[in-house]
């Protein structure tokens, strides 16, 4: 029977190819890949021999439909992103809801993904998170999110290009104060690996000095004005008690 497959590629580190992702790639009828010149790189690397075409968000609603016709008709197919889990800041989720809503079966292998890798390094709340994708642009988007970031008992997880890195950082002194813990964790699995860990203010001045390259997961630690909330909430309460306590 034929099937999507959805297989994730390494973020930096060609070996990070699970054995299955290798297996089915070799398998497979043809691969949907993000841009092809970036994906022959690691067919190269691992003896795959495939057919690539190419597939993005872009890609019509023709292409989709003649996609799923094909996996109808037995194909077994595999898209990969450039880098990651497929669908994550990545295409495919038209081409997969297009599949379910014809019955067709789409299978996710496990595997490489920036935000979980930064998440569980990061020393920050990992149980409970939220993820956001990349930072919005636009101010009034930019504190709309970290005012929810800063309700939910949560850590916030937000892809960002090094060049607006020292913007967030400034953005979330504004919205959740200069204590707020936060991580920089960048280039993940490659070489140049680094993780900076610290409050808002520590993170603002080393920015003031250092610039940052290469690719970033920003964390931070959700729940601050929940919490101011709460105390407000208690005040009253804590004065009655004080005062019982007088
Ligand atoms: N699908 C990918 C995934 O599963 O992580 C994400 C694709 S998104 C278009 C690319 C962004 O992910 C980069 O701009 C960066 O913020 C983040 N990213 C990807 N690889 C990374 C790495 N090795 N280290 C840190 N961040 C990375």
């Known amino acids: 029977r034929g099937c999507l497959y959805l297989v994730p590629t390494p973020i930096g580190n060609l070996a990070d190819m ?12 043809y691969i949907l890949a993000e841009d092809t010149r970036q994906t022959i790189k690691l067919l190269q690397y691992y003896d ?12 019509s609603e023709d292409r989709v439909a003649a996609i799923c016709q094909e996996v109808g ?19 495919g989720h038209p081409l997969v809801q297009a599949l379910l809503a014809d019955d067709l ?12 890798t930064g ?16 930072f919005p642009r636009h101010k009034s988007d930019q504190v709309r ?3 929810a970031v800063g309700q939910a008992q949560a850590t916030a997880i937000f892809y960002e290009s090094p ?32 993780f900076l860990r610290g409050t808002q203010t520590e993170l603002a001045t080393y920015l003031d000095q250092e610039s940052l390259k290469g690719e970033i997961v920003v964390l931070i630690q959700g729940g601050h004005l929940a919490n101011q909330v709460s105390d407000q909430v208690l005040l009253p309460y804590k004065e009655q008690v004080e005062m ?3």
């Open 119 to 134: 998440l569980v390094a990061s020393g920050l709340e990992a149980a409970s998170f939220t993820y956001w994708g990349f």
């Open 105 to 116: 079966p789409v299978i996710a292998l496990p595997g490489p993904n920036a935000a979980l």
């Open 244 to 246: 019982l306590m007088a």
């Open 18 to 29: 699970t054995y299955r992702a290798v297996k089915i790639l070799k398998e497979i009828d």
């Open 48 to 59: 795959i021999e495939k057919p690539l075409k190419s597939f993005h968000d872009h890609s």
């Open 73 to 91: 008709q037995g194909k077994r197919l595999a898209l990969v992103s450039d880098a990651g889990m497929p669908l994550i800041n990545d295409p």
């Open 163 to 194: 060049y607006r890195v020292k913007d967030l950082v400034k953005q979330v002194g504004q919205v959740l104060g200069p204590q707020t813990k936060m991580v920089i964790a960048r280039e993940l699995s490659k070489l140049y690996e680094s």
């Open 145 to 147: 999110v970290l005012e």
